[in-house]
């Protein structure tokens, strides 16, 4: 006899951690577009250059998290992956075109003549298409809190909940990007990415306080456990952990606050998960309800870990190469050329 | 226009559009690495130019099919929404296994790219290793998913007792996926050597006859002859799982409207499925039975085993499958032309040597994407082979026309800058030499 396994809590926590790298690596990636579209001031060049030097050799991993995502849900809960794809048609088509925007953009601009730091056509692309995307990906995520009609879907993700709280992934994101910019830059680029961490912080905070008001108007489930005693806890070391990143950066702790910072967004998304919890789908999808046969969830996730013997050392490599303190930009690094 | 028909187009054009870019994922590193290996054994530095420039190619044509793959990920469910809820906890094993690989490879590509002045000689071109065996790697694995919507094993289980389908066995133990593997990855190869060869020789031919050139045009044909030589063998077996598996699929591709013995192979030749008869084909007796059943005398299952609504589009199957043949039995024969000039003395890339390799890389693309066409529209009307109709699984949703139209205007756009960037790369390779 095999031990009894509840698998698919087991699946449901795989695919939370899976959104939670893919927030963490891939939104700090589409915060860079963010920043690259917004790049004002007398370095804005160099901050292009500093984001797609930043992401260049990791966004195509980072990105990797969201397929992952996509199929341990229509492996593992069959049933609300059917609801999801027909409900949200629209706003998933957006969510691709933006992604598959952002991606060619990016790359066909790094090959491009003018280089990096001058705003062309396909540098915005790349930032509008990276921003929209974000405020979908939040909005889809309150389409299927909320218990709106699924089938008005428009409806659920068009509401002022789900739009403040894209808004508020946009302002995440942003926050995310420029902390981890902020730690990687040198020199004066890295008081400009400072600027635009702590801009970003104080906007994503407001919208979060907005967001919870509406929330609870719009989706009082959520917000009513979101309140209650037991994850009420969460949620305040969520606002804990975003003021400490705010101060410490603040306070150029800047390693302490892209630490701190990353740990809220994902405590943030966990007590998300736990409000959420048992449903997949509110009303009427839940991670018991519409998940796969215990045999099939069984095989699948015993691929996990093997997977991840494979890819954690591999991205322990990436990282390790790549995510230190960028050089300081100068004539030497003008134009971060793949092929250099 | 219908949501069916809306729904197969867009299908049709993405995959198509995603495979020749991974193509390239498959069979490009490869090459990359044996440029960068000979630069590193001590050989002319002109391989280190090459490594360079296709390794920026390479690149490119990654991060497309990346972004083109993900775009699969997601129509699967937003078009099929019904295969999906049927055979998702199934065929989700193939595209977890497809998506370790690939990640590895995407880890793998960054290092690579950024890494020439990261690591080691030695370290960055063993970084080039994973990338080959992801590429690979995740071709095949994902191919687990086609050969099990061709031969459904295990579907029988999945309708009756979904809780004792057991997704691994039912990929992975499939007789039919390693056959289908081996052919599609071949395919690959075939298809990246051409098209590499293809672009030296319109070089060469345009006067740039410098070693790069060459050098380039003698390391693609190295593969390309390999997989072209191959190609009729795995062909062969393919051939032989169809007509054990799918019956009806091999009768639409040979225009078998009748169940007989002794059923003739037809070369070229136009079918008409409301007259069942094909014109203006070449037959040869006894060649269909000998080569699905190894016997010139053995019983082909025709068309009229089954009803006519479960008929795939047999002129459009036909006509690919004739085509894919030929263009591969062009290749062997382009093959065997360049690698006899090159022996005889006195000849050597002469123009119409060059000429012909030039035709090389439209040749094996078109193999590989009328293979693909033989593969899927063969399969209809079904999504699962006998098991789930296309028409049962596409997506209640209304007005995929306009969607559809939007796809392919991105589509269109990402397909022309890629070329046009790519014919930069390609003419930018020896300032890339002043450089390193």
Request: proline letters at 5%.
């Amino acid at each position: 006899m095999t031990p009894w396994v509840p698998w698919p809590d087991v699946a449901w926590l795989v695919a939370i951690a899976a959104m939670t790298a893919y927030m963490l690596l891939g939104g700090a990636d589409f915060g860079g577009g963010i920043w690259d579209l917004f790049a004002w001031g007398q370095d804005a060049a160099s901050q292009r250059r500093a984001i797609a030097r930043a992401m260049g050799p990791v966004w195509e991993a980072n990105h990797v998290w969201l397929i992952f995502l996509l199929i341990l849900l229509f492996t593992g809960f069959p049933l609300a992956f059917h609801r999801l794809v027909i409900g949200l048609y629209l706003p998933l088509n957006l969510v691709l075109l933006g992604i598959i925007l952002r991606g060619a953009a990016f790359v066909f601009r790094a090959h491009g003549r003018r280089g990096v730091g001058q705003q062309s056509t396909w540098g915005r692309i790349f930032g509008a298409a990276s921003s929209l995307t974000v405020v979908l990906l939040g909005a889809a995520l309150a389409a299927v809190s909320a218990g709106g009609d699924f089938m008005v879907a428009w409806r659920s993700y068009l509401s002022p909940f789900a739009i403040l709280t894209g808004l508020f992934a946009l302002a995440a994101a942003a926050y995310l990007a420029a902390t981890y910019l902020t730690f990687e830059a040198q020199g004066s680029l890295r008081e400009t990415f400072r600027k635009r961490a702590l801009l970003a912080a104080e906007a994503a905070g407001i919208a979060a306080l907005l967001d919870l008001g509406l929330m609870s108007f719009e989706a009082p489930r959520l917000f009513i456990r979101l309140v209650n005693p037991d994850i009420l806890g969460l949620v305040l070391l969520v606002a804990l952990l975003g003021v400490g990143s705010y101060v410490s950066l603040r306070h150029r702790h800047d390693g302490l606050g892209r630490f701190l910072a990353a740990s809220a967004l994902s405590v943030m998304l966990w007590s998300w998960a736990a409000a959420q919890w048992p449903y997949i789908i509110y009303p009427g999808f839940t991670v018991y309800g519409s998940a796969a046969p215990d045999l099939a969830l069984r095989q699948v996730l015993t691929l996990v870990p093997f997977g991840l013997l494979l890819l954690v050392p591999s991205l322990w490599l990436l990282l390790h190469v790549f995510k230190g303190r960028l050089p300081i930009d100068g004539e030497a690094g003008r134009r971060p050329n793949p092929a250099r | 226009m219908d949501n069916l028909l809306a729904a197969r187009i867009q299908m049709g054009f993405t995959l198509g559009f995603h495979m020749l870019f991974a193509a390239f994922g498959v069979g490009f590193p490869m090459l990359v690495l044996a440029a960068e290996g000979i630069a590193l054994r001590g050989g002319p530095a002109h391989y280190l130019t090459l490594a360079k420039t296709w390794g920026k190619a390479n690149a490119l044509l990654f991060a497309v099919g990346a972004v083109s793959g993900t775009a699969l990920a997601f129509e699967l469910g937003l078009l099929w929404p019904g295969f999906m809820l049927f055979s998702g906890s199934t065929i989700g094993a193939g595209f977890a296994t497809e998506a370790f690989a690939f990640f590895l490879e995407a880890i793998f590509i960054g290092l690579y790219l950024y890494g020439w002045n990261r690591l080691t000689r030695l370290g960055h071109w063993l970084a080039g290793i994973p990338i080959v065996i992801g590429g690979i790697a995740s071709a095949a694995l994902v191919v687990s998913v086609d050969a099990w919507m061709q031969h459904p094993v295990g579907a029988a289980t999945l309708l009756r007792a979904p809780a004792a389908a057991a997704p691994l066995a039912m990929l992975f133990g499939n007789p039919h996926w390693p056959v289908m593997a081996l052919h599609a990855t071949i395919a690959c190869f075939a298809a990246t050597g051409f098209t590499l060869a293809s672009v030296y020789a319109y070089g060469m031919l345009r006067g740039r006859r410098d070693e790069v050139h060459k050098a380039g045009l003698k390391i693609a044909m190295v593969l390309a002859t390999g997989a072209a030589i191959l190609m009729p063998l795995t062909g062969d077996m393919s051939g032989k799982a169809v007509a054990a598996f799918q019956p009806t699929k091999l009768a639409a591709m040979e225009s078998q409207f009748r169940t007989e013995t002794a059923a003739p192979l037809r070369i070229g030749g136009l079918p008409d499925p409301k007259a069942r008869t094909v014109r203006y084909a070449l037959e040869i007796p006894g060649g269909l039975s000998w080569l699905a059943y190894g016997s010139g005398s053995a019983k082909v299952q025709g068309l009229d085993q089954v009803a006519t609504s479960d008929w795939p589009d047999v002129p459009v199957t036909h006509v690919s499958f004739q085509l894919m043949v030929g263009a591969g039995t062009l290749m062997v024969l382009i093959a065997l032309y360049y690698w006899w000039n090159l022996r005889h003395r006195g000849r050597g890339l002469t123009g119409s040597l060059l000429r012909t390799l030039v035709a090389g890389g439209p040749l094996a693309f078109l193999a590989l994407e009328t293979g693909w066409v033989v593969t899927e529209v063969g399969r209809q009307p079904w999504v699962v082979y006998g098991v789930q109709r296309t028409a049962d699984a596409v997506t209640p949703v209304h007005d995929l026309f306009g969607y559809l139209a939007l796809y392919a205007l991105l589509y269109l756009l990402l397909g022309t800058t890629v070329l046009w960037l790519l014919r930069r790369v390609e003419r930018e390779a020896p300032a890339l030499e002043e450089a390193a």
